[in-house]
């Protein structure tokens, strides 16, 4: 008997302890959400950093992922808009789902840019809400992982102080690389590049960069020869220096720009596991640093 | 029908309309979010179709442009423990009736992981049966589907109840529907009645119903209800190839309408339908929207008792009562070379179920390659060659030219 009730002491003992269940969308999320979490949870993300995440495919395994998640963190401002609401109906979890206690949109932490006036899908695959792409902005990763620490203590008011320190210690950690990063990046300040789609305004926004347009004629439309052949024409005209694109975009057209217009393709990554399975948000972003000064200091 | 067909599309003008003139004056409230955001998802699909060829039966061609279906779809969810989604179809250039296609609310806050949907709907049973017309793979369903499922496919009034599973670490889901009949062809009812014009004793032509439901309907007691039940099971191979398995089997068996002494006034068909299904796929992680291939199979059988066919103007027996076994099944592979590309071929084989003669199986083959070139995601333009061999060796060549455009919200992918 005695056995018995020390077991359940402790099985019981085990069970309070058991960390909170987090799935993000994307993998920048988890890494935010791991930072914060630390050991009161355990992270899962529902896509790579090499898919584009516009397109991920809403694979019934991702489901199994979501059905005993405490918290859903997504991106938001319909970037999953093609894929999540169906892995989250089949999940069959109320609290995941929008409006539930264990849903959360990260996009509501941060103050979104190109937000339409007029929406239309004659302007493209357009975003309602707003450009979704707002972690390629470090200064957003610090507003997103103090609104993280916020939720989780909403769900785990236990683990209050811990989320609330590791936010604040991985906000300065943020920081300070921000500062380090942004004299770095001072020789860069007013380049002109062209970009694969509209994922780096934020980036762009914070580095000082300035495009000069998009492979892609409208977001989601792949690029037609005539408009290739104005792209060609605009960057020789303008001395446009850098092509950037991602992973998951076909080459053939950013090296046909390269080639033709002597600019340089930085191949970016605004996701852990991108380019490299090991990478976390930091690393990315230093290397995203990186890639743009080797570029426009050639 | 009519009446709330003009309601429906009043409301869908008028949530158009509005939207657009507070546009237009640039109304502040329209850009918080918590004043419009309640409004239901309403999308709008149109299919267009061009065809030509030379049928087996001249008389039953179909050559020239049709508006094959304008489906609107209205989706909300209806408070935190359910949502509802109507599909309204059946509207077609040749001014056909619109129908409510399905209309149910999906419970989604049941405890132990279960869902449960009631209202009119398309029940989950093999792998096509619940997809669209204009979401279809290829231009036309596989023969399969139409002869097996009917048109309308097998569905209609009633609930559903499913709940997923992950023993050994696959995914496996089970759902169970319980519905008023199988639907389509295979229910009963004046939606289902099919008419003959006969000449009666005065010379005067009049029209009269013939089966299959000529006469009055099972009682609606719950023996006479329709039962329709599927295990899936997925896997992913490796992150770039899955394997989707899924097993399916429906039953309907309404008890014949006897009088007091128990004398058979009217019998029903019964049938029996089974169906498995293997999909194939392989897609990329990186280049995942340039590159992908799919392999899909389904094979179907019925096990179908027939009723007697009476004449309609003696009752005199015209086909006697029969059991039929049949078999059909459809294959096809589609591959996606570039982002807006995709071809494929699809090989169907057709056991006719509605033929009686169980030593003759009146059976077709057909094989059909197709292209497809989608503009956006909200666009696609189709064209598809079916070369088909009919029963008696006639062969019939169709080709296809189909166009599909979506107006509305971005709608989540099926899997």
Request: net charge neutral; hydrophobic share 40%.
């Amino acid at each position: 008997m005695k056995r018995i009730l020390l077991a359940l002491f402790f099985s019981a003992g085990g069970l309070a302890a058991a960390p909170l269940k987090v799935v993000t969308t994307t993998p920048d999320l988890a890494d935010l959400a791991r930072r914060v979490g630390g050991e009161r949870v355990s992270v899962a993300c529902l896509s790579r950093g090499v898919q584009d995440p516009h397109f991920v495919e809403a694979k019934p395994s991702l489901i199994l992922k979501l059905r005993e998640a405490d918290l859903y963190i997504q991106t938001g401002l319909e970037l999953e808009a093609g894929w999540a609401p169906l892995l989250l109906q089949g999940a069959r979890r109320a609290q995941v789902q929008p409006g539930g206690t264990g849903f959360l949109d990260a996009s509501r932490f941060v103050r979104p840019l190109e937000v339409p006036s007029d929406v239309s899908r004659a302007g493209g695959d357009v975003h309602p809400g707003g450009n979704p792409h707002y972690l390629g902005d470090p200064r957003n990763a610090v507003a997103v992982a103090a609104g993280l620490a916020g939720k989780l203590a909403e769900l785990d008011p236990a683990g209050k102080p811990m989320y609330d320190a590791n936010a604040r210690a991985y906000g300065e950690r943020l920081w300070l690389k921000i500062v380090e990063w942004e004299k770095r990046l001072a020789p860069a300040r007013g380049a002109r590049y062209v970009s694969y789609h509209r994922n780096l305004v934020y980036f762009a926004d914070w580095a000082g960069l300035s495009s000069a347009g998009e492979i892609e004629p409208k977001p989601g439309i792949p690029p037609s020869p005539r408009h290739t052949a104005d792209l060609i024409k605009l960057m020789k005209e303008q001395k446009i220096p850098l092509v950037l694109t991602m992973p998951y975009y076909e080459k053939r057209s950013s090296d046909a720009l390269a080639a033709a217009t002597g600019a340089r393709v930085v191949v970016m990554s605004l996701m852990p596991d991108g380019v490299s399975r090991e990478d976390d948000y930091l690393s990315v972003m230093e290397r995203n640093v990186g890639e743009i000064i080797a570029a426009v200091s050639r | 029908m009519h009446r709330l067909f003009g309601r429906l599309l009043a409301v869908v003008f008028s949530v158009f309309v509005v939207n657009g003139s507070l546009k237009a004056e640039g109304a502040s409230w329209l850009r918080n979010p918590s004043a419009s955001a309640l409004n239901p998802k309403i999308s709008v699909i149109a299919d267009f179709l061009a065809q030509t060829g030379t049928p087996g039966d001249p008389s039953q061609t179909e050559d020239g442009f049709h508006l094959r279906e304008v489906e609107i779809g209205i989706q909300a969810d209806v408070d935190p423990y359910a949502r509802a989604d109507f599909f309204i179809g059946g509207l077609d250039g040749d001014g056909s009736a619109p129908e409510l296609e399905e209309g149910y609310v999906t419970l989604t806050a049941l405890p132990g992981g279960i869902q449960a949907r009631g209202g009119k709907f398309r029940a989950n049973f093999g792998r096509l049966n619940m997809v669209h017309p204009h979401e279809l793979p290829q231009v036309d369903a596989p023969l399969a589907l139409d002869a097996f499922l009917g048109e309308g496919r097998l569905g209609g009034a009633g609930a559903e109840v499913s709940r997923i599973f992950a023993p050994w670490g696959l995914f496996a889901e089970v759902s169970y529907a319980l519905l008023q009949d199988l639907g389509g062809e295979h229910g009963h009812g004046e939606e289902h009645e099919d008419t003959t014009s006969v000449v009666d004793i005065n010379g005067s032509t009049v029209t009269v119903a013939v089966a299959p439901g000529e006469g009055p309907a099972p009682a609606k007691r719950l023996r006479n209800f329709a039962h329709a039940g599927k295990i899936r099971v997925y896997k992913d191979l490796t992150e770039t190839i899955n394997l989707d398995l899924g097993f399916s089997g429906a039953l309907y068996e309404p008890k014949d309408r006897t009088d007091a002494t128990g004398a058979v006034l009217e019998d029903y068909d019964r049938k029996r339908l089974a169906a498995a299904d293997l999909t194939l796929r392989w897609k990329p992680l990186a280049q995942g929207t340039y590159r992908s291939f799919l392999w899909r199979t389904e094979f179907l059988y019925a096990d179908w008792s027939l009723a007697p066919v009476l004449s309609p103007l003696d009752g005199s027996v015209e086909e006697p009562a029969a059991r039929v076994h049949r078999r059909a099944g459809y294959s096809y592979v589609e591959v996606q070379p570039a982002k807006r590309w995709r071809w494929g071929l699809r090989g169907d084989y057709l056991e006719d179920p509605a033929v009686r003669d169980s030593t003759a199986p009146r059976i077709t083959r057909a094989v059909a390659p197709y292209v497809s070139f989608s503009p956006s995601e909200f666009h696609r333009v189709r064209l598809q060659w079916t070369r088909s061999r009919l029963p008696g060796g006639d062969t019939e060549n169709r080709g296809y030219l189909q166009w599909t455009v979506l107006l509305g919200p971005h709608g989540a992918h099926a899997f």
